[in-house]
């Protein structure tokens, strides 16, 4: 992995000499291995980085420089105005749209992306008895016989494995990935237990691992039992930690979760005196309204969290980290400091929630599901428009 490392740096230290760029454009947080030594080096060099980010509210693009700063401009922009008295009507119509989905309650927590992320099949499966039945039926037989040969033992580059590999080969490696996936989900059923919700409690959500919002958002955090075990050692007395898992990471399309969810993982959380394991069933607004505070590295829920005037102890770096209500935690001092404020009955104002989405909608562009392939989720903006608005964000950011 060093060597691999270093062939980067050797890659993008010549390409910039070479061309020298005025600015590298990132379409979002950099994060797999490849663009974060592209981002990490131009930093180095004083080469201007852009950062387009699209938002947990999935109709806004925000842009920036740095992923740990986020949005200076946001946070000028929310400065100019958190004392302000806007309503929500001021705000844009998707955003007034969010805002009221957001605080109705009967709304269903999960998100938008985990949805359309549970509908992913693993790579390389085998096809349905009912399709194969169906091209035996059509005469396709040969043809279909044909694709899974192909399938099988034909070598595809791999960027995982950093090697040519036969599909065959990468399939029998899915496939005991995939059991352990259902070791550690049947570990985490064992231990968990329902919630007594009278009692005073900190809400963290598991983050699905590997991904941006945690590596690199979380910082050191990426490892989130760092996170869970600073919460348990600075919580106030009679207090408990609630973590929730997020049932993504138990898919068989995530084929990379044994990375972080291995044998043994949820047992270290359950061992912690006052830390319990709860259904992944339970609503998370619902440990959300119950809740002292949520903590999360990144997470939405901390942004949920804040719309509900609730409390959020946010440990990495995320676009909503300046808005009333988020208390940024990196060390085990400010975790202290932070259930200090809580218990004195620090809360978000909805006052400065609503002046905070004012801000952003002056900052960012409306392109609804920026990253999703021709905006193909999107049904209320013209694809044209989309592409208006994130060029004119993007010029006016270079300018």
């Known amino acids: 992995k060093r060597n691999i490392y270093y062939r980067y740096l050797k890659f993008w230290n010549g390409m910039i000499k070479k061309f020298n760029p005025d600015c590298v454009l990132f379409y979002d947080i950099p994060h797999g291995g490849v663009d974060f030594a592209l981002y990490g080096l131009a930093r180095v060099l004083g080469v201007k980085t852009l950062i387009l980010h699209p938002l947990t509210i999935e109709s806004r693009v925000l842009i920036m ?23 929500i009507e001021d705000l844009p119509v998707d955003l007034q749209e969010y805002y009221n989905r957001q605080i109705n309650s009967n709304m269903d927590a999960t998100p938008a992306y985990s949805k359309r992320a549970m509908q992913n099949r693993a790579p390389l499966s085998l096809s349905s008895p009912i399709i194969l039945a169906r091209n035996l039926f059509r005469k396709n037989i040969f043809k279909t016989l044909y694709y899974f040969l192909q399938m099988f033992f034909t070598r595809r580059q791999a960027g995982t494995f950093h090697e040519n590999i036969l599909g065959i080969k990468m399939k029998w490696r899915m496939i005991s990935w995939q059991r352990q996936n259902e070791r550690v989900k049947k570990e985490y059923i064992q231990l968990q237990e329902r919630p007594d919700l009278k009692k005073k409690f900190i809400y963290f959500p598991l983050h699905f691992q590997p991904e941006q919002s945690t590596l690199p958002m979380g910082g050191a955090y990426d490892d989130q039992l760092l996170a869970i075990e600073m919460l348990s050692k600075s919580l106030p007395n009679n207090w408990v930690v609630y973590v929730k898992e997020i049932s993504l990471q138990w898919r068989p399309s995530s084929t990379e979760s044994h990375l972080y969810r291995y044998p043994g993982y949820y047992r270290a959380i359950a061992r912690l005196s006052n830390v319990s394991l709860v259904p992944v069933s339970i609503s998370s607004f619902e440990l959300i309204n119950h809740s002292q505070a949520v903590a999360t590295i990144t997470g939405t829920a901390g942004w949920e969290a804040v719309l509900r005037s609730k409390p959020a102890i946010l440990f990495g770096y995320n676009w909503y980290q300046y808005c009333d209500g988020v208390i940024p935690v990196r060390t085990f001092e400010s975790c202290i400091l932070a259930f200090k404020k809580i218990i004195q009955g620090y809360a978000p104002s909805t ?28 049904g209320v903006l013209k694809k044209e428009d989309a592409i208006h608005n994130i060029t004119k964000l993007i010029t006016t950011n270079l300018n």
């Open 65 to 87: 420089q740095d992923y740990k700063e986020s949005s200076l401009e946001l946070k000028r922009e929310y400065d100019h105005c958190i004392d302000n008295a806007h309503t």
């Open 351 to 378: 006052q400065k929630v609503i002046n905070f989405l004012y801000a952003l909608g002056n900052v960012s562009a409306m392109a609804p599901y920026y990253k999703a392939r021709y905006f193909s989720f999107s």
